[in-house]
């Protein structure tokens, strides 16, 4: 995925007062470019074992970039430029009874490789790696005829925290264990 910005923004320029000394701010724009690049992989096992159990395994990666610049005021801000690598790994484990009870356990492990940005500065920044785990428990009914469900369970049961570099895209995760219940119906 590519995405390239042209835009305004909105900024304050700032006079100091000739004899005065005192500021003076006025409302201006300059224009800034974003230039956005992502490449992704994604590949998923899964297994039937028996009747009522099945096992899966996902591998997902994705690598991002971002540069940005001001062209008016580059003295000013200079160019800057992000890179990062996000690495997931998903194995989950199924039992799924033909009564119409299930159960599941899911395990993420997230890898970002350290980072580098050049921001505001000539000389590179490393941004320090992140690993982390999830466990993610669920059981419930299954209507007959897959009319629908009702499963309660915990997300990240560990609650362990993270702080990723935002320019690699994921979904937003919990921070703590968080518990939830979901009814849903199918007509």
């Known amino acids: 995925m590519r995405s390239e910005v042209r835009q305004t923004i909105g900024v ?11 500021p003076n701010i006025f409302p201006s724009s300059t224009r800034q470019n974003l230039d956005y690049k992502e ?10 074992l028996s009747e009522d159990w099945a096992v899966g395994a996902q591998y997902s990666f994705d690598r991002a970039e971002l540069q940005s610049d001001f062209p008016t ?9 992000i890179h990062a690598d996000l690495h997931k790994v998903n194995l989950s484990l199924l039992w799924n009874h033909p009564s119409g009870f299930f159960a599941q ?15 505001n500065s000539s000389l590179p920044q ?9 466990l993610n428990l ?9 009319r629908g469900d009702v499963t309660v369970g915990v997300l990240n049961a560990t609650g362990e925290d993270y702080r990723l ?20 119906f199918r007509f």
Not at 12 to 19: A, P, V, Y
Not at 105 to 119: E, H, K, N
Not at 165 to 184: C, D, G, I, S, W
């Open 39 to 48: 490449r992704s992989f994604h590949a998923a096992l899964n297994q039937l």
């Open 165 to 184: 570099n935002p320019v690699t895209p994921y979904a937003e995760l919990p921070r703590e264990a968080a518990f939830y219940t979901r009814l849903r």
């Open 105 to 119: 356990v899911g395990w993420d492990w997230y890898f970002q490789t350290r980072s580098r940005a050049i921001v």
């Open 126 to 134: 490393e941004v320090p790696g992140e690993t982390f785990q999830q």
């Open 12 to 22: 304050f320029d700032l006079l100091l007062g000739t004899f005065t000394n005192t």
């Open 138 to 146: 669920s059981a419930g009914y299954r209507f007959p005829r897959q």
């Open 73 to 81: 005021v580059a003295r000013v801000l200079p160019p800057s430029d």
